[in-house]
């Protein structure tokens, strides 16, 4: 969690500074979700994002400072340079990609999660979506093929009360996200999402669930972005003592107090992890701003099929 803080923050001032390409959402006060869930996965299970997916990401195992040149838009980048914040993708440690498109990772995850069963794996995939998504068809599709068909797919959504500066009491008529699973007779609860310890527990049930080959399932954590939908908004549509009382929620204060008051780390430790996150975010900067950005000449490379067809060269 103090990983993930630590880039989101720093990639908040590096957008300030006009070194970040693109827009940026970032994930600060919803780390609990991402590292609590992700703990639960092996290596051969597969994650889709959202638009607010670096928490995500990095939990899964994604590299820093391939990340961070991506944002930078630098040839060294997960796309090299050219996806940005929201479609950083890693095949190899199961992330599907994060996805621009509001609703976008629906029916990605639903595949994979149909590959997962037709090879006969016990891979499964986790979808993490917000509550403002779920007012997608795509969402409802993807929903209803994974009951019907028993897919291998937890569908974890970080309810942060919020689609863009729209409450979620003003966008759906139930009360929970959750809610809507009955009617797909699929399997669900809510939880916490701000305390780490809630969030693993509930998600490993939920994953070995969904292992044992029971069909998919629906977790929603209730939580809270504690910056505006994206960098740089104007975030006047949230009461002022609502944002208090969820900063004062912080995931990883309630983390630190309690291994504090259990006497699993002292405040000398949780300091030394701070610096060594600090470090190595330090670290990351530094190879995003020394990388080159892509050459004019691969412009339309990565963004097509490179095919080379009847002697016509498509790269």
């Excluded at 944002?243 to 929620?249: M, P, S």
Aim: net charge negative; charged share 25%; glycine share 10%.
């Amino acid at each position: 969690m103090v990983r993930i803080r630590c880039f989101e923050t720093r990639v908040s001032k590096c957008f300030a500074k006009g070194q970040v390409q693109g827009f940026v959402h970032l994930c600060i006060g919803q780390e609990a979700t991402a590292a609590g869930v992700c703990a639960n996965l092996k290596e051969g299970d597969f994650i889709s994002s959202t638009h607010r997916g670096h928490g995500h990401i990095i939990a899964k195992g994604a590299d820093i400072k391939t990340m961070m040149a991506e944002l930078f838009g630098k040839e060294t980048g997960y796309c090299h340079g050219k996806g940005g914040s929201m479609h950083i993708s890693d095949t190899s440690i199961g992330v599907l990609g994060a996805n621009g498109i509001v609703g976008g990772g629906f029916n990605l995850a639903a595949g994979a999660a149909l590959a997962c069963q037709m090879k006969k794996s016990d891979s499964i995939v986790v979808c993490f979506f917000g509550d403002g998504s779920s007012n997608e068809g795509s969402w409802h599709e993807a929903m209803n093929i994974a009951s019907v068909w028993k897919l291998p797919i937890l569908f974890v959504c970080e309810n942060n009360l919020y689609g863009i500066s729209s409450r979620v009491d003003r966008s759906m008529a139930v009360e929970n996200v959750a809610d809507r699973a009955a009617a797909y007779g699929m399997e669900q609860t809510i939880a916490y999402g701000n305390d780490v310890a809630i969030v693993y527990e509930t998600a490993k049930e939920a994953v070995d669930y969904v292992r044992s080959g029971k069909g998919p399932m629906l977790v929603e954590y209730k939580t809270y972005r504690q910056h505006g939908h994206f960098e740089g908004e104007p975030d006047v549509y949230r009461p002022a003592e609502e944002i208090k009382e969820w900063l004062d929620q912080d995931p990883i204060k309630n983390c630190k107090a309690f291994m504090k008051e259990n006497n699993i780390l002292n405040e000398e430790e949780q300091s030394f992890i701070d610096q060594e996150m600090e470090h190595e975010i330090d670290e990351a900067v530094k190879f995003a701003e020394n990388s080159p950005f892509p050459p004019v000449t691969t412009a339309v490379r990565d963004v097509y099929t490179d095919i080379v067809e009847e002697g016509r060269d498509y790269r």
